[in-house]
C-alpha cells in the first residue's frame, strides 16, 4: 500500500473551521471601517460641507509614521537551548510507545548551534517515505531557479486540423480558473483562447496530440505497488497532465491516463469534446498556436511538501535530471536528486533512491539527513532554500497536518511545522518546532514496521513534536 496521506481535499476540521470564521470576521469588521472612513471623507469634502463651508479651518497635520514594525516577533536569539538530558527523559516514553512497535529513530538538533539534542538511531538508513519529499526540495531549489517557471505549450500538427499539445511536465496546469488545488497554476482556458486566436480563421479542429515525450521510462517507480497509480495518492508519471493528474478537480482520485486527460481538457476548452485525442510528437519545427507557464518554482515546492503531492514531487525531480543533462525518468531523477544533495554538502553515503516522492518502499534515508536540510533552510545556510520551510504543513493549520497536532493545550499556534510521511507500516514527521523558551528545532522522526494501521503512530509522532514544542527541557 502506498502513501496515504490526505490531499487538498481533505475535510476541513472544527479548528481550522473556528479560524476562518474569525478571519472573516476581522476582515468584515475592516471592509465596514474602511467604508465608514472613506464616507465620511467623501461628506466632508463635498459641496455644502464642514470642510467646504469654512475654507479658514486650519489643514490638518498628519503625524509623522516611523518603520513599521514587523508583523510576527522574530525569535530572541538569546533564547535558552534544551538541555540534552532533560529532552532524552522527556522524550524517552514517547519513544517507547506501544504504537511505534519500539521501531522509531529519532534526532532533534538545535538550529541556531548546530548541536544535536537528541539522537536516537538517526545514522541508520529506514524507509523515510513521503519525507524524502524535502531531499527532492533540496535539489529543486539549489539546482534551478527559485524563480523559474514551467512551460506547456500548443504547436501545430501534421495536418490542418491537428493541435499538438506539448508537455513540460507542469502538472497544476488547470481545467478550472482559478484552480481549485494550486493557487497560482496556469490554465487550460487561457491556452485555448491564444491556440484559437493562432489558427487560421474558419479552422476546426479535429485532432489533439499529445506530446509526452520529455520524460522517459517507465510510468511507475521500482518500489511501488499495483495498487499505488492509480489511486487516490498518486498517477503514471507522464510529462503531460492536469489538474494534478485529478479524476475530478479539487478530488482526491488520479487518472491512469494523465496525458490523454489532459488532451481532452484541451479539446473541451477549444468547444470539439469530439475530436480524436491521442498521444504522439510534435512535428519538429512546427509553429507554435500558445504557452503557459505555472507558478515559479519555489511555489511548486512549497505545494508538493505541504498537500505530500506525489506527481508533482516527480515532476520537480525530473526537472533536476533535465538541468544536469540526465534522463527525466525515475533513475535518472534520483540520480541528480544525490548528486545535488552532495553538492550541496550533505553526506549522502547511505542515501539510496529510486524515486522523488518517497512512495517506494526501497528509498532509504538517514533520519540525520532530514534534520540536516531542515536546518541548513531554517538557518539560511542553504541559499535559497527558504520554500522548504514555509512549504512544511502547519499543525492543525494546513496541508498534512490540518487536522493533526492541535490537540496539546500547552502547544502554541503554529508552533510545529513538519513534513509528514505514511506508507503501510511506515510513518514519518520531520520539520521544525518552537519550544516553549522560543528556540528553533529542527527534527526528524522515523517508525519502521508498525502495526497500528495510521492513526495510533501518527498520534505518537504528533505527541513527540508537541512534547519539543512544550518543553523547556533544562
Given at each position: 500500500m502506498g502513501t496515504i496521506e490526505p490531499s487538498s481535499s481533505t475535510t476541513v476540521t472544527p479548528s481550522y473551521r473556528r479560524l476562518r470564521r474569525r478571519l472573516l470576521t476581522v476582515l468584515v469588521t475592516l471592509?465596514?471601517?474602511?467604508?465608514?472612513?472613506?464616507?465620511?471623507?467623501?461628506?466632508?469634502?463635498r459641496d455644502g460641507g464642514p470642510a467646504a463651508a469654512d475654507p479658514s479651518l486650519p489643514a490638518a497635520e498628519l503625524p509623522e509614521l516611523g518603520e513599521p514594525a514587523p508583523v510576527l516577533a522574530s525569535l530572541a536569539s538569546d533564547a535558552p537551548v534544551p538541555d540534552p538530558a532533560a529532552l532524552a527523559d522527556a522524550l524517552a516514553p514517547l519513544l517507547a510507545t506501544p504504537a511505534l512497535a519500539g521501531g522509531v529513530s529519532a534526532e532533534v538538533v538545535d538550529v541556531a548551534s548546530g548541536e544535536v539534542l537528541l539522537d536516537d538511531g538517526a545514522g541508520d538508513p529506514v524507509t523515510p517515505a513521503s519525507t524524502a519529499k524535502l531531499l527532492t526540495a533540496v535539489a529543486v531549489l539549489t539546482t534551478l531557479?527559485?524563480?523559474?517557471?514551467l512551460e506547456t505549450t500548443v504547436v501545430a500538427g501534421a495536418a490542418p486540423d491537428e493541435v499538438v499539445l506539448v508537455g513540460g511536465g507542469d502538472p497544476t496546469l488547470s481545467t478550472t480558473t482559478p484552480s481549485l488545488t494550486y493557487p497560482g497554476a496556469a490554465t487550460?482556458?487561457?491556452?485555448?483562447?491564444?491556440?484559437?486566436?493562432?489558427?487560421?480563421?474558419?479552422?476546426?479542429?479535429?485532432?489533439?496530440?499529445?506530446?509526452?515525450?520529455?520524460?522517459?521510462?517507465?510510468?511507475?517507480?521500482?518500489?511501488?505497488?499495483?495498487?499505488?497509480?492509480?489511486?487516490?495518492?498518486?498517477?503514471?508519471?507522464?510529462?503531460?497532465?492536469?489538474?494534478?493528474?485529478?479524476v475530478t478537480p479539487g478530488e482526491n482520485?488520479?487518472?491512469?491516463?494523465?496525458?490523454?486527460?489532459?488532451?481532452?481538457?484541451?479539446?473541451?476548452?477549444?468547444?470539439?469534446?469530439?475530436?480524436?485525442?491521442?498521444?504522439?510528437?510534435?512535428?519538429?519545427?512546427?509553429?507554435?498556436?500558445?504557452?503557459?507557464?505555472?507558478?515559479?518554482?519555489?511555489?511548486?515546492?512549497?505545494?508538493?511538501?505541504?498537500?505530500?503531492?506525489?506527481?508533482?514531487?516527480?515532476?520537480?525531480?525530473?526537472?533536476?535530471?533535465?538541468?544536469?543533462d540526465l534522463p527525466a525518468s525515475f533513475e535518472g531523477s534520483a540520480e541528480a536528486v544525490t548528486a545535488a544533495l552532495s553538492d550541496a554538502g550533505f553526506d549522502v553515503a547511505d542515501l539510496e533512491l529510486r524515486d522523488?516522492?518517497?512512495?517506494?518502499?526501497?528509498?532509504?534515508?538517514t533520519p540525520d539527513l532530514l534534520t540536516d536540510v531542515v536546518a541548513g533552510a531554517a538557518d539560511g545556510s542553504l541559499e535559497g532554500a527558504s520554500a522548504i520551510v514555509s512549504g512544511l504543513a502547519v499543525a492543525g493549520y494546513d496541508g498534512t497536518l490540518a487536522d493533526r497536532g492541535d490537540d496539546d493545550p500547552a502547544t502554541a499556534p503554529g508552533a510545529v511545522r513538519g513534513k509528514t510521511g505514511?506508507?503501510?507500516?511506515?510513518?514519518?514527521?520531520?520539520?521544525?518546532?518552537?519550544t516553549a523558551d522560543g528556540?528553533?528545532?529542527?527534527?526528524?522522526?522515523?517508525?519502521n514496521g508498525t502495526v497500528g494501521g495510521g492513526g495510533p503512530e501518527e498520534a505518537a509522532l504528533d505527541g513527540m513534536a508537541a512534547a519539543l514544542a512544550a518543553c523547556g527541557c533544562r
Open positions: 471592509v465596514v471601517v474602511a467604508a465608514l472612513a472613506v464616507g465620511a471623507v467623501l461628506w466632508l469634502g531557479d527559485p524563480e523559474a517557471t487550460v482556458a487561457d491556452l485555448a483562447a491564444q491556440v484559437r486566436a493562432a489558427l487560421p480563421p474558419g479552422t476546426a479542429v479535429g485532432r489533439v496530440v499529445v506530446d509526452n515525450s520529455l520524460f522517459e521510462g517507465p510510468l511507475t517507480a521500482e518500489g511501488w505497488g499495483p495498487e499505488d497509480a492509480p489511486s487516490s495518492y498518486a498517477s503514471p508519471v507522464t510529462a503531460t497532465a492536469v489538474d494534478g493528474a485529478r482520485a488520479r487518472s491512469g491516463a494523465p496525458g490523454t486527460d489532459a488532451g481532452r481538457a484541451l479539446a473541451e476548452a477549444l468547444d470539439v469534446p469530439g475530436a480524436t485525442v491521442e498521444l504522439g510528437e510534435a512535428p519538429e519545427g512546427a509553429q507554435e498556436l500558445g504557452s503557459v507557464r505555472s507558478a515559479p518554482v519555489a511555489r511548486l515546492v512549497e505545494q508538493a511538501l505541504s498537500l505530500s503531492d506525489n506527481l508533482l514531487a516527480e515532476s520537480l525531480a525530473r526537472q533536476v535530471a533535465l538541468a544536469r522523488g516522492s518517497g512512495l517506494s518502499r526501497l528509498d532509504l534515508v505514511t506508507l503501510l507500516g511506515v510513518h514519518g514527521l520531520a520539520g521544525t518546532v518552537v528556540r528553533l528545532l529542527a527534527y526528524a522522526l522515523v517508525a
